[in-house]
């Protein structure tokens, strides 16, 4: 079975942190590159950091310095770690496998919502 659970979303203040699990199906996230994407209300769903097998990562501008995206292959499980979280960083987020910028392997999960407010 196919399946992304997402978790370890919250409302928090900005300047703080939050640290996102996603857990795939193995058959998903087997030497697939993982990435998380992120979608405001009113506002098209977008890439915010990916991690190839190897480890290699990309980030979007928005991002770059703030969050971490890290993988643990034994528990076929991507994480994304979330520094200095801004108001703009709100959003339900998502993770698939990825493939190339714009196509997705797997099927969409509930993603986990952050909220960064006041």
């Known amino acids: 079975q196919v399946q992304l659970v997402e978790s370890g979303g919250g409302l928090v203040k900005p300047g703080g942190s939050l640290r996102l699990s996603c857990a795939a199906s193995e058959r998903l996230f087997s030497h697939n590159t993982m990435a998380w994407y992120r979608q405001a209300p009113g506002k098209q769903r977008e890439l915010v950091a990916a991690?190839?097998?190897?480890?290699?990562?990309n980030y979007a501008d928005s991002v770059k310095g703030r969050y971490t995206i890290s993988r643990d292959n034994a528990k076929n499980t991507v994480y994304l770690q979330m520094n200095n979280l801004k108001l703009e960083d709100t959003a339900v987020y998502l993770c698939n496998a990825a493939l190339g910028a714009t196509l997705v392997l797997g099927p969409w999960g509930q993603g986990t919502q952050v909220t960064v407010s006041s």
């Open positions: 991690i190839a097998d190897g480890g290699s990562t």
